[in-house]
């Protein structure tokens, strides 16, 4: 058959309607691919990238190899799965944080908090993201390192936000941006969930040390900006 006329129909079948068994069965295909994931993010937590194998994948999720290569042409695809959702909630909770503010003091504080939740909640998955950077191909290298730099610039707007209406001190609001997600994301390494604090004590705990190092003193209202995001 010409490739014309592939391509025609190709065309024509992705122009269909999408009817209820179609989007059925993209549904569970997209559940079995988070599942596989969430098996490969265990595995490379554990024994590292390297070592871990395809058949540790599916044995992690009593499978054999055929479903994960089913899903995905490679270990290495499934780890290009893994840093893309990793970039994706990242970059997600800072968007949410910093929009449920009306203030630089309330953006800079929910952008904080809920950036510390994200790497709290998702601690294996954010530990496979720099235990394994060498790991990256450089295509993912690239889209890993524009994510994290549009984090940056998020947050490096609030401070100057701030710094512009006097409620922050004189800073350079990308280093501060770069030294206070640094802060948190160390938290992947040593929070441990029956620790001291609990995780939504920690998170607070992060947020109020944010406005303190962009220079914010006295009494704030953070459980009522906490609030919004419910």
Known sequence: MPKSKVRTKKAAKASQPATPGRVFREDVRAFKREIIID???????RIGYQAATVDDIAAAMSATKALVYYYFDSKQAVLQAIISRCSELTLG????GVKSGTTPTEKLALGIYCYAANILSNQKMIG???REERNFSPSLHT????????ITSKL???????????VFRKCDPQML??????????????YREHGQLSETELCKHFASEALYIAGVRGETDLDKWISKLA
């Open 39 to 45: 098996a490969a993010i265990d595995v490379f937590y």
């Open 93 to 96: 909770s800072v968007e949410r």
């Open 128 to 130: 496979v993201y720099f």
């Open 143 to 150: 889209r890993a390192t524009q994510s994290e730099k549009t």
């Open 156 to 166: 490096s707007e609030v401070l100057e936000e701030g710094v512009g209406a006097g």
């Open 177 to 190: 941006a770069l030294n206070l997600t640094g802060m948190v994301t160390m938290a992947f390494y040593w």
